[in-house]
């Protein structure tokens, strides 16, 4: 199975954020990779990977990080595969940080910029599943799905105190 989307990360660290991308991509079925690339600490790895996102079949790449977070940006710069960046709740600046420094791209390189933290790493797979979905129908489908699920369980728990 070709894996369709990558999620990639600074930091070992980052994982206890972005697993909650890995995990929806794994609820839709959707194949995917995970793996550290570091902007600063691995530089020539990160222009590998962007480098061969394309030919490896990649159609969307989810990046987190956090602090001085350039890989998404970078990432960006170097493919033409769309990058979703998922600012990490860094402990200095609470993730504003990583929010700015990810969603401030100049003109000709987009990033689309997430929430910071879960919430973030939640939705850049949700849109990363949600852009797959425009080739492979299933995905469309598990999208839709999930959504109605979200839906119903919300009208079901109308009462916060019977929650
Ligand atoms: C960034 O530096 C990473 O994305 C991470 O969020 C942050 C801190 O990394 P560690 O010092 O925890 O490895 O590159």
Same mark, same amino acid.
């Given at each position: !199975?070709? $894996?369709?989307?990558? #999620? #990639?990360?600074?930091?070992?660290?980052?994982?206890?954020?972005?697993?909650?991308?890995?995990?929806?991509?794994? +609820?839709?079925?959707?194949?995917?990779? =995970?793996?550290?690339? /570091?902007?600063?600490? @691995?530089?020539?790895?990160?222009?590998?990977?962007?480098?061969?996102?394309?030919?490896?079949?990649?159609? $969307?790449?989810?990046?987190?990080?956090?602090?001085?977070?350039?890989?998404?940006?970078?990432?960006?710069? &170097? @493919?033409?595969? *769309?990058?979703?960046?998922?600012?990490? +709740? /860094? &402990?200095?600046?609470?993730? !504003?940080? /990583?929010?700015?420094?990810?969603?401030?791209? *100049?003109?000709?390189?987009?990033?689309?910029?997430?929430? #910071?933290? &879960?919430?973030?790493?939640?939705?850049?797979?949700?849109?990363?599943?949600? #852009?797959?979905?425009?080739?492979?129908?299933?995905?469309?489908?598990?999208?839709?799905?999930?959504?109605?699920?979200? @839906?119903?369980? =919300?009208?079901?728990?109308?009462? *916060?105190? /019977? =929650?």
């Amino acid at each position: !199975m070709t $894996v369709l989307v990558g #999620i #990639i990360m600074g930091s070992t660290s980052d994982w206890e954020t972005m697993q909650f991308a890995a995990e929806k991509l794994e +609820q839709f079925g959707i194949a995917h990779e =995970v793996e550290v690339v /570091s902007a600063h600490r @691995t530089p020539d790895k990160l222009f590998a990977y962007a480098d061969a996102a394309e030919s490896r079949g990649l159609e $969307v790449i989810i990046a987190g990080a956090g602090g001085a977070a350039h890989l998404p940006g970078m990432v960006a710069a &170097k @493919t033409a595969v *769309p990058v979703l960046g998922v600012p990490i +709740q /860094s &402990k200095a600046l609470n993730g !504003m940080d /990583s929010l700015l420094s990810i969603v401030q791209m *100049p003109a000709g390189i987009p990033v689309g910029t997430l929430a #910071i933290g &879960k919430a973030g790493a939640i939705n850049a797979a949700l849109l990363a599943a949600a #852009i797959v979905g425009n080739k492979y129908p299933e995905y469309r489908e598990a999208v839709r799905h999930f959504r109605q699920q979200q @839906t119903d369980a =919300v009208l079901a728990n109308a009462d *916060p105190r /019977s =929650v």
